[in-house]
């Protein structure tokens, strides 16, 4: 069965950093492209980033691009999202979730996600 | 604001249908049938629920119908059941520029 349990979030001031872990189990995690996903509060789903599976290719949505960095341990099963330069909109659910190797755009197993506020 | 344009809320009675737009544009669901759903009960994980359009996973009840018309795509709920109350998000593939891009999410209601 497969499992993703993020972790790491928390109440953190503006500019500061913060990192995002999601453990995986249930599945050959190092066969896997992992997608972040956020939401804010009382808003729709955002894609935040994507790390192939070996994690030899990242790419990033325009809003953390250069602030927001993903990388995977795939020793541990473990998907990491590095935050720095944190900013207020940057508050949000956030959800690691599994795509299929032959099909990117789909998030086909997801965790219940872990929860980031910034704020002073 | 989301790339993809969702009702805030839709809601039917138990065994009825109801039906959830995602509108977006010709750079996203126009262009690509790379459409996806995801239901989400709060708390929860979400879960995946039409990939490709109109394709559903293994598991998922055939009462959940995807489709497609120029750059609106719709998920149809048919026969509901008060499990179905949930956010359903909408997902379209987007180009290499923009990758992906989500529906600000609807709330199924089942009176």
């Known amino acids: 069965q497969v499992r993703l349990v993020e972790s790491g979030g928390g109440v953190v001031q503006p500019e500061r950093s913060l990192r995002l872990s999601c453990a995986a189990s249930?599945?050959?995690?190092?066969?896997?492209?992992m997608h972040w996903v956020r939401q804010a509060p009382g808003k729709g789903l955002e894609w935040v980033a994507i790390?192939?599976?070996?994690?030899?290719?990242?790419y990033y949505s325009a809003s953390v691009r250069g602030r927001f960095y993903i990388s995977r341990d795939n020793s541990r099963n473990i998907l990491n999202l590095q935050m720095n330069s944190l900013r207020p909109d940057d508050t949000a659910l956030y959800f690691c979730?599994?795509?299929?190797?032959?099909?990117?755009?789909?998030?086909?197993?997801w965790g219940p996600g872990t929860l980031v506020t910034v704020s002073s | 604001q989301s790339a993809l344009t969702q009702p805030r809320s839709v809601s039917g009675s138990p065994g009825q249908s109801v039906a959830i737009s995602c509108t977006g544009t010709?750079?996203?669901?126009?262009?690509?049938?790379?459409v996806s759903w995801y239901q989400h009960h709060p708390g929860e994980a979400p879960r995946f629920i039409i990939f490709?359009?109109?394709k559903r996973p293994s598991g998922v009840p055939d009462r959940f119908f995807g489709s497609k018309s120029g750059n609106t795509a719709t998920l149809t709920i048919s026969g509901l059941q008060p499990e179905d109350e949930a956010d359903y998000f909408c997902?379209?593939?987007?180009?290499?520029?923009?990758?992906?891009?989500f529906g600000s999410g609807t709330k199924v209601t089942v009176l």
């Open positions: 979730a599994r795509a299929p190797n032959s099909a990117w755009h789909d998030f086909d197993s």
């Open positions: 249930g599945f050959n995690f190092n066969h896997y492209p």
């Open positions: 790390i192939s599976y070996d994690g030899s290719e990242k």
């Open positions: 010709d750079s996203d669901i126009g262009n690509y049938d790379f």
């Open positions: 490709d359009v109109n």
């Open positions: 997902c379209s593939y987007a180009g290499i520029n923009t990758l992906y891009v």
